[in-house]
């Protein structure tokens, strides 16, 4: 009897950990900010690089994007195309809120961990890491 009391519970301890959440890291750059960006990947192009970006706000709230740059060193370099979104027109977040883009810079050559992103919006300017 003592033995099978000890394996329902070592059984549903086991099951409780596998369900425990783990901890999560994600790159939330202002915790004020109305939007976040999380980088997700950099993809050569042609014409440059295009950057997966997934932007996260509160559900039911509108934002617009009036361009992004692209800050390499020294380097600025504006944005030339976006998707999922369009530049100076309000979009609204979704039930998720989680509204995934891609955006176009014509940048030849390699992003530095320190790369980072300048969302000018209606609200203002975010500053966001350009890689993960």
């Known amino acids: ?7 329902t519970i070592l059984m549903l301890a086991g099951g409780a950990a596998a369900i425990a959440p783990s901890p999560v890291q994600a790159q939330v750059n202002q915790l004020d900010a109305e939007i976040n960006i999380i980088p997700d990947k950099a993809t050569p192009t042609d014409d440059g690089v295009r950057i997966s970006l997934c932007l996260v706000g509160i559900p039911g709230t509108s934002q617009r994007i009036d361009g992004i740059d692209l800050h390499v060193g020294q380097k600025l370099v504006k944005a030339t195309d976006i998707d999922g979104v369009d530049f100076e027109r309000y979009f609204q977040f979704e039930d ?8 176009d810079f ?5 992003l530095t961990k320190n790369a980072t992103l300048t969302f000018h919006t209606a609200k203002g300017d975010i500053t966001a890491p350009a890689r993960q």
Not at 1 to 7: G, S
Not at 106 to 110: E, I, R, S, V
């Open 1 to 7: 009897m003592k033995a099978l009391r000890l394996a």
């Open 96 to 103: 998720t809120g989680v509204q995934v883009i891609e955006v």
């Open 106 to 110: 014509p940048f030849k050559g390699t």
